[in-house]
């Protein structure tokens, strides 16, 4: 079975640092380019951060400085080390694995599949 699984998540205060880990299984994913989203609710699922086969590496502004993402090809796994947390980092983080041709990072529909998600909760 091909599946992400995440893992990491937690509630922590603002300015902590949290590290996600997203592990593959089922084939190698060291082709593909990988992103991290969150979703907070009530929000449309956003991209935090992506990386390509190559390992360059992408973020919005909103988590730029903060968020480093970063794979393991040898062990299947991308990671995302967050640090000076906000609340508005709240939301539950995904790790996609995007379509291999797709145009945009951006969009969830430019990713083949997807982790169940894990929780992050950011207090002030």
């Known amino acids: 079975q091909v599946q992400l699984v995440e893992s990491g998540g937690g509630l922590v205060q603002a300015g902590d640092s949290l590290r996600l880990s997203c592990a593959a299984s089922g084939r190698t994913f060291s082709s593909n380019a990988m992103g991290w989203f969150r979703q907070a609710p009530g929000k449309q699922r956003e991209l935090v951060a992506h990386i390509t086969s190559g390992g360059s590496t992408h973020y919005p502004d909103s988590v730029k400085g903060r968020f480093t993402i970063s794979r393991d090809n040898a062990k299947n796994t991308v990671y995302l080390q967050m640090n000076s947390l906000k609340p508005e980092d709240t939301g539950v983080y995904y790790c996609?694995?995007?379509?291999?041709?797709?145009?945009?990072?951006?969009?969830?529909?430019?990713?083949?599949?997807w982790g169940q998600g894990t929780q992050v909760t950011v207090s002030s």
């Open positions: 996609a694995a995007r379509r291999i041709g797709s145009v945009t990072a951006y969009a969830p529909s430019a990713y083949a599949l």
